[in-house]
């Protein structure tokens, strides 16, 4: 190794690096990537390092190791990774990095698993003591695929708070989820149901009878007829506001036309302005939509009891009727995380 200039780094031997990799473990694998592979270890000194261990007999690798060698041997920085040492042994081309814990910006980014729970609703939602919030109830959430537009599944969920496309095509997306938390954010602001077949014909959905009322307060400031009358005036009306924007771009026909929930999460966090827009003007959601218009209507018959529906998607499934927003699976029976394909 004369030809490489070596700096400060440290020689380690093979066995060495064998060793605190335990044996290059699975368990002890942080990445991989077309160099190689890179595992975790901790020196007998008690010192993390990332062993980078690259692909054996490859003249990529040999010229890698050269340019990080000579490279990062000589470049000190704190915002530069510390290059520890390296180990040469026959074929084998190791280089040994302080080990940095919090992982890389692209997994901050794009990493964390983006789960779909599929059964939204106020009863899956758990208060504490101070009354935070914590999601429960999984058995039904699929991990969505960071390559995958949509999940095509079997339809299992809640009726009135199952987003219209689901409910009729099985096609599940993040903006699913989207659409079961504008539901209980309608529940929230105006105390009703998401099903309630005590009401008036034609009000049973808590969406449909929440949306021209939504377009109502958005154009005008008059939220008077969506309000739970027992909040009477105990509320901040800047915060109600924009839980009434959120849940109105929440519930939009189009899924495309849905926020994304990070959106969301800014706009109730903020007492700033958050455009929930995506486009869309207040009750002009559904004209983005008309192709799935039929679907919505289905989907409307099929949650309030009528049995005159026929699509080809309710030719293999047997839909029955839901007049009390039970939960239901695409057989038309109460609906089983357990029994899920």
């Known amino acids: 190794m004369s030809e490489y200039s070596?700096?400060?780094c440290r020689f380690f031997t093979y066995?060495?690096?064998?060793?605190?990799t335990n044996g290059f473990s699975d368990q002890n694998l942080l990445g991989e990537g077309g160099f190689g592979s890179v595992y975790k270890g901790c020196l007998p000194e008690g010192r993390e390092v990332a062993i980078k261990k690259l692909k054996d007999g490859s003249g990529q690798g040999e010229r890698e190791f050269q340019a990080e060698v000579e490279i990062i041997s000589r470049v000190h920085h704190r915002h530069l990774v510390s290059l520890v040492g390296y180990c040469i042994s026959g074929d084998q081309r190791l280089l040994v990095y302080d080990f940095v814990p919090n992982d890389t910006l692209h997994y901050h980014l794009h990493g964390h698993p983006r789960i779909i729970h599929r059964d939204i609703k106020s009863s899956n939602i758990l208060l504490d003591n101070n009354f935070e919030a914590q999601v429960a109830d999984f058995g039904l959430a699929r991990l969505a695929m960071d390559f995958a537009t949509h999940v095509t599944t079997r339809v299992m969920g809640t009726f009135g708070y199952m987003a219209p496309e689901y409910a009729s095509s099985g096609k599940?997306?993040?903006k699913s989820d989207v659409?079961?938390?504008g539901v209980v954010l309608l529940e929230l602001i105006t105390g009703r149901k998401p099903v309630d077949a005590s009401n008036p014909l034609g009000d049973e959905s808590l969406v449909e009878w929440a949306r021209p009322l939504l377009t109502q307060a958005l154009e005008t400031g008059n939220v008077g007829e969506l309000l739970d009358p027992r909040l009477d005036k105990n509320f901040n009306e800047v915060e109600l506001f924009h839980m009434i924007e959120a849940?109105?771009?929440?519930i939009r026909h189009s899924a495309p036309r849905r926020p994304r929930m990070s959106q969301v999460v800014r706009a109730?966090?903020?007492l700033t302005d958050v455009d929930l827009t995506n486009g869309v003007?207040?009750?002009m959601s559904e004209m983005f939509n008309a192709p799935n218009t039929a679907e919505i209507r289905l989907f409307q018959r099929m949650a309030f009891g009528s049995q005159d529906f026929t699509t080809d998607f309710t030719q293999s499934s047997s839909w029955n009727s839901s007049r009390?927003?039970?939960?239901?699976?695409?057989?038309?029976?109460?609906?089983h995380p357990q029994s899920q394909p």
Request: with cysteine; proline share 5%; hydrophobic share 30%.
């Open 15 to 20: 066995e060495e690096m064998h060793n605190i």
């Open 6 to 8: 070596m700096g400060n």
């Open 247 to 250: 849940a109105a771009a929440c």
């Open 179 to 181: 659409f079961s938390f």
């Open 281 to 283: 003007q207040p009750g």
């Open 268 to 270: 109730l966090d903020s």
């Open 172 to 174: 599940l997306t993040e």
């Open 324 to 335: 009390q927003g039970g939960d239901v699976d695409a057989s038309g029976g109460p609906r």
